[in-house]
C-alpha cells in the first residue's frame, strides 16, 4: 500500500547513529564547558529527533502536507518558548530603568 | 447478484467510502495522526516552557537536584526506547511487505521494551520514595536549595510521569494492532493502523530524548 518502503538497512543505521549520539551526550556532559553544556545536549537532541523524524517516522518521504504540519509543530512550539523567553528574560532589564 | 455483493467487491474493505483509494486513504490518516502529534507537541511544550523558566531562575538547585538522578538507569532506558523504536520501524516495514508473522514479533518486542522501560522507571521512583525526593511535606534535600529542588522533582514526576502514561496508552495500542494482525484485517494493502500507531510510538520516544538530557544530564560536571 505505502508508496515508499524504505530497505532495512536505513533503520540500523538509524539505530546506530542514535546509539552513537546517546553515547555522546552522556560523554559531554561529565565535562566542564559552561553554556555550551546545555547548547551540546540539546543540539544532539535535536539532531536526534529531527532524524527520527525524517526517516523512523517516513516524513523525508511524505506529502507536502504533511511536512507543513510537521514544521508547523516546531513553529508553534517555538512561539510558546521564544513568547515565553521574550517576558522572563527582560524582567530584570526594569532594575536599570 | 445482490447488490451488497456487487458492493463488497468494488472495493477493498478497509476502504471508507469517502475515500477514492486505499492510498488517499492512508495519506488522510497519516496527515490526521500527525496534527494529533502537532496538539502533543504543544502539551509537552507547555512543560517544558516551565522547566525552562525555573531552571534559568534556580540554575544551581536545579543542578544539584538533576545529580541525584540515576545517570546509567536513565542511559540504559534511553537505550531500551530507542532500541523500541527500531522494533516499531521493523514492524511498520514488515507490515508494508505483508510479513505477518514478522509483524507480530516485531510489535511484541516493542511492547517487551516498553515494559522494561516503565520497569527502570519504577525502579527510578521508587529510590526517589525512599530517599525523600517526593515534594511535599517529607522532603528532604540540601537546606539552600531545599524549596527550589522540590520545583525540579515537580516537573521530573510530572513530565516522566506524563511520558509514562504516554508509553502505557502506547503498549494499548500496540496490543490492539497485535490483535488486528493476528486476525487478518491488517494486510500488505492496508498497514496504515501500524503506520500511524508506529508515529505514536516515535513521538513518545521523541518526547524522551528531549526529557534525558534535560532532567539527568544537567550539572552532571559540576559535581
Known amino acids: 500500500m505505502s508508496s515508499h518502503i524504505l530497505p532495512k538497512r536505513v533503520y540500523y543505521t538509524i539505530f546506530a547513529i542514535l546509539l552513537f549520539c546517546t553515547y555522546l551526550t552522556v560523554q559531554i556532559a561529565f565535562l566542564d564547558l559552561g553554556v555550551l553544556n546545555t547548547v551540546a545536549a540539546l543540539a544532539i537532541a535535536t539532531f536526534k529527533a529531527t532524524i527520527v523524524v525524517l526517516f523512523f517516522m517516513h516524513v523525508k518521504y511524505s506529502t507536502r502536507l504533511t511536512w507543513a504540519v510537521v514544521l508547523g509543530s516546531v513553529f508553534w512550539l517555538g512561539i510558546l518558548l521564544a513568547l515565553t523567553l521574550s517576558d522572563y528574560l527582560t524582567r530584570v532589564w526594569r532594575t536599570y530603568g | ?223
Do not use: C
Open chain 2, 1 to 223: 447478484m445482490s447488490p451488497e455483493v456487487a458492493h463488497a467487491e468494488a472495493h477493498h474493505p478497509a476502504l471508507a467510502h469517502h475515500f477514492d483509494s486505499l492510498e488517499q486513504q492512508s495519506e488522510a490518516t497519516t496527515l490526521g495522526m500527525w496534527v494529533f502529534l502537532v496538539t502533543e507537541v504543544l502539551f509537552f511544550g507547555g512543560l517544558f516552557a516551565t522547566y525552562m523558566i525555573y531552571r534559568n531562575w534556580y540554575p544551581d538547585a536545579f543542578a544539584a537536584a538533576s545529580h541525584e538522578l540515576d545517570v546509567t538507569l536513565g542511559t540504559v532506558n534511553t537505550v531500551v526506547l530507542i532500541t523500541s523504536s527500531l522494533t516499531m520501524a521493523l514492524a511498520v516495514h514488515a507490515a508494508q511487505l505483508g510479513q505477518r508473522k514478522l509483524l507480530m514479533t516485531f510489535l511484541i518486542l516493542t511492547m517487551i521494551l516498553g515494559a522494561v522501560f516503565l520497569g527502570i522507571k519504577s525502579v527510578e521512583y521508587y529510590h526517589k520514595f525512599v530517599e525523600h525526593h517526593i515534594p511535599g511535606p517529607g522532603f528532604q534535600f540540601e537546606k539552600e536549595y531545599v524549596r527550589h529542588a522540590q520545583l525540579f522533582f515537580s516537573l521530573y514526576f510530572v513530565m516522566t510521569g506524563l511520558h509514562a502514561l504516554h508509553m502505557i496508552i502506547g503498549i494499548g495500542i500496540m496490543l490492539v494492532m497485535l490483535w488486528w494482525s493476528w486476525n487478518g484485517t491488517i494486510t500488505e494493502e492496508y498497514s496504515s493502523p501500524i503506520e500511524i500507531s508506529g508515529l505514536y510510538w516515535h513521538f513518545v520516544d521523541i518526547v524522551w530524548i528531549f526529557l534525558f538530557p534535560l532532567l539527568y544530564l544537567i550539572g552532571r560536571h559540576a559535581h
